[in-house]
Structures are given as C-alpha cells and as structure tokens.
C-alpha cells in the first residue's frame, strides 16, 4: 500500500470517526433530555391524577365511586390527559377501566399508602410509563393504574437518526474527495521532491526543487537544492583538483624526462671513450648541473608532499634572530650574482613554524635574486603584529605582466622557461610557498610590472590549520 492511499484511508477513518461519534452523542445527548421531559410531564399528570382521586373519595362520602368516575370523564372530554389506558379499583368494585386492558398489565406491588411506582416499558404494546398506586381516602383502599404513552422522543430520534444518516453518507463522502484532493497535493510535491532526489542519485546535479508553498515542502526543498549545490561545487573541486593531479603528474613527468635525456646522452658519449678532453669535461657539466636540477627537484617534491602532514610545532620566534638566519644562507647567491641584498627586520616576536617560514622566505628570496640583473637590488623587510607576521620581499628585476601574476603559483609554472631551465629551476618554489602560507592561515600578495620589478608580500598568522602545538 503506498503512502497516497495509506493517507486518505487515514483521513477517511478520522472523518469518520470524529462525525459519527460527534453525531451519535449529539443525538443521545438530545433524546435523553427529550425523554427526561416527557416522563417529567408524565409524573406531573400521573400524580395530579392521584391526588384528584384521593380528594374526591375524601369528600364524597357513599358516592365517591360514582364522583371519581365523572371526574375522569370530564378529565378526558376536556382532552386535560394523556394517558393510554386507566383502571381505578375500589374495595370489592371497579370504579373505571377504560382503553386496552394489556396495557394494564403489572406485577407491581404496594402497600403503602400514596406512594406510586411505575416501570418503563419498550415491548410491542409499544413505549410507555405503567403506574400503580393505592390511596387511602376516609377509610377506603383505592387501587390506581395507569399507563401512559412516551413515544414521542423515541419517535424524535429515530427522525433524527435517517436524517443524521444521510448527513453522516454526505459528509464522509466529501471528505473523503476532499482529503483525497489534499492528500493529491501534498503526495505530489512529495513526489517532485522524490523524482529530483532519484535523478540527483543518478548524477543529474543540475536539478533544482524550488518549491514555493511557505511550509515544511518549502524548506525540504530548500534543503534538498543546497544540497545539490554543494554536491555540486564539491564534485567540481573534486573534478578540478583530479585534473590538477594529472597535470602536476605530467608536469613532473616532463621535468624529469628532460634531464634525464641529457644525462644519458652524455653519459652514452663518455662511455664510447672517444671524446677530447674538452668535450669530456663538457659533457661531464652537463651531466653535474642537470643531476643538480633533479636534486632540487626531488627536493621541492618532498617538501611538497611533506606539507601534507597534519601536525605542526607552533613556536615563537624572534624576528631578528630569524632574519640573520636567513641572510647568511642566502647571501653567498646573491654575492655570487651580483645582487645587492638588504635585510630590514623589526625587533619584536612572532609566532610560527619556523622551518616552513625558512622555506617560504628562501624561495622568494632565491626567485628574487634569480630574477634581477647584476647589479640589482633585492630587499627583505619583516615585522610583527597582533596575531602574526608580514614579511616582504622586492626586486628591482625584469618584472612580470598582470596575467602572468595570477599563474605563477601553479606547479611548474614559469614566466619564462628558457631562463629558468638555465637557472635550475623547476616552477615549484611559489607552489610550496602558497601552500605554506594557506597552513598559516595567512595570504600572498604579488605585485609587479614589466620592467619594474616584483614586490611580494606575506602575511603569516599564529594558527596553523590542522592539529597544532605550541612551544615556546
């Protein structure tokens, strides 16, 4: 049974049930009140009928059978009575019996004076009340029985049990319809939100809801496309960084093959044993400087995937201290190209991991020293603020176009290709730098023009994102 149909039955039982016991207590409710009246009324007569009696036996003397008798005569021919049938015994006599004797028919006895009884009767004499009652009047024991009629309320509420019947048909019938119109509503947006679901499931993700009935549906919906849009963005991250990886791999690849195909065409050529002295030496140059720019790169590589790691040891850091550091490892490149280095640290403390911070700062001092002329400049300068670090590196080298800025942190990646081969480089640095930055919680920022020089700035905070710990 499916839901559809699991909820109009539902509806339709609690229509039902609601009206019919609804119903069937408003009509109890109304024949009992109905019924309590006319035996009410009914008492009333029958005890004014009694008392009657007992007055006129009282001052009637020897005649009070023959006064009785007129009295209820005149009772009847005034219409002032409803009873069905009436028997009035005296000692010895019966004084009047009038309609049919079945209806007089009682085993009820009394023995004490003007005291009366009477039972409900539902037999197929039809409903009534049956009295009997003796009164004692001026010495004389009379015996009165009367049965009177109560149909009416039972006759009220059968009327209005064919006409609550037809009612009832009438309105289960057309809630019913009803519940099944409503239940048709909701099951189909029920049922667009199941069919985008399935075709999400089956990888249609540009499937949207948009529902707009300003309730629970609404918001499901809601739900169910931010969703997919965030099942969306993420597979495309996912598709993006697959790409990444196969181009990174290919990337790698290439940067091997190359000096590769050199090492081995050299080391083919000393192995023949025919070559001059110079050429050997030759040979043997390039042999050393490709092997070199493999190891750098091997070196970028594992630094790379060291990164991926996910502890790291918070420290703080003098600046100062730090800086020295720095330029005592990176001066020999500068002296040996010819470029003017210049340190400006600020004293103060600053808290970091102190050899991914080494490493970022020797790539962007090494591309900056790579990239000037002999007798350029390259400047360092750091200081520390609230929460972390900036550190700056500029040169006064060939610069860089806008479109080239927004690349140059791709892995292998170089602005121009023939000048970093010869300077051993693999397009790796910036790569590593970035990401080091991005564990830092912190950002890079380029700016450069042809000609002009690069400046970039580096902006480092004390929270790693991963699993960190501090140390002083």
């Known amino acids: 049974m499916n839901y559809r149909l699991r909820l109009i039955i539902s509806f339709s039982i609690l229509i039902s049930l609601a009206f019919g016991i609804g119903g069937a207590l408003l009509i109890s409710s109304s024949f009992y009140?109905?019924?309590?009246?006319?035996?009410?009324?009914?008492?009333?007569?029958?005890?004014?009928?009694?008392?009657?009696?007992?007055?006129?036996?009282?001052?009637?003397?020897?005649?009070?059978?023959?006064?009785?008798?007129?009295?209820?005569?005149?009772?009847?021919?005034?219409?002032?009575v409803r009873w069905q049938a009436l028997s009035i015994t005296g000692p010895g006599v019966v004084i009047i019996e009038t309609g049919p004797s079945e209806l007089l028919i009682n085993n009820l006895k009394i023995n004490t004076d003007g005291i009366y009884k009477y039972i409900r009767i539902n037999d197929k004499t039809g409903k009534r009340l049956l009295f009997f009652s003796k009164i004692n009047s001026a010495g004389k024991n009379l015996y009165l029985t009367a049965s009177f009629d109560i149909s009416s309320p039972y006759e009220h509420r059968d009327t209005q049990l064919k006409i609550f019947l037809a009612v009832y048909t009438v309105v289960v019938l057309t809630g019913v319809a009803v519940a099944a119109l409503w239940v048709g509503v909701l099951t189909k947006r029920l049922q667009k939100l199941t069919e985008a679901v399935r075709k999400i499931a089956d990888g249609d993700y540009s499937i949207r809801t948009s529902l707009k009935t300003g309730d629970e549906f609404e918001q499901l919906s809601m739900d169910i496309d931010a969703m997919t849009d965030k099942l969306q963005e993420n597979i495309k991250q996912l598709e993006e960084d697959v790409k990444r990886k196969e181009n990174f791999m290919g990337a790698v690849a290439h940067e091997l093959k190359t000096p590769l195909t050199s090492i081995i065409g050299?080391?083919?050529?000393?192995?023949?044993?025919?070559?001059?002295?110079d050429e050997q030496m030759t040979a043997a140059n390039y042999i050393y400087s490709e092997g070199q720019r493999l190891e750098k790169l091997s070196h970028k590589l594992l630094d790379l995937l060291l990164m991926e790691k996910d502890s790291f040891v918070m420290k703080t850091v003098n600046l100062k201290t730090f800086s020295e550091q720095i330029y005592a490892t990176v001066l020999p490149l500068a002296e040996s190209k010819g470029v003017n280095l210049e340190f400006g640290f600020e004293e103060g403390n600053a808290v970091f991991e102190p050899d991914l911070t080494k490493s970022l700062l020797y790539n962007l001092i090494e591309n900056a020293i790579k990239a000037t002329p002999e007798g350029g400049k390259v400047t360092v300068l750091g200081k520390a603020f609230e929460g972390g670090c900036e550190l700056s590196v500029k040169d006064t080298g060939y610069g860089m176009e806008n479109k080239e800025l927004s690349r140059i942190t791709e892995a292998f990646y170089r602005v121009d290709k023939s000048r970093s081969r010869a300077q051993g480089g693999a397009g790796l640095g910036l790569t590593l730098c970035k990401k080091i930055a991005d564990l830092h919680g912190g950002n890079m920022v380029f700016n450069s023009r042809p000609g002009e020089g690069c400046c970039v700035v580096v902006r480092l905070f004390g929270k790693l994102k991963g699993e960190v710990q501090h140390e002083e």
């Open 266 to 277: 050299y080391s083919a050529l000393l192995r023949q044993g025919n070559l001059e002295e």
């Open 33 to 80: 009140s109905a019924l309590n009246k006319e035996q009410s009324v009914v008492l009333k007569e029958f005890e004014n009928l009694q008392n009657n009696i007992a007055m006129v036996s009282h001052f009637s003397g020897d005649d009070y059978a023959f006064n009785i008798k007129e009295m209820v005569g005149q009772m009847e021919m005034g219409k002032m």
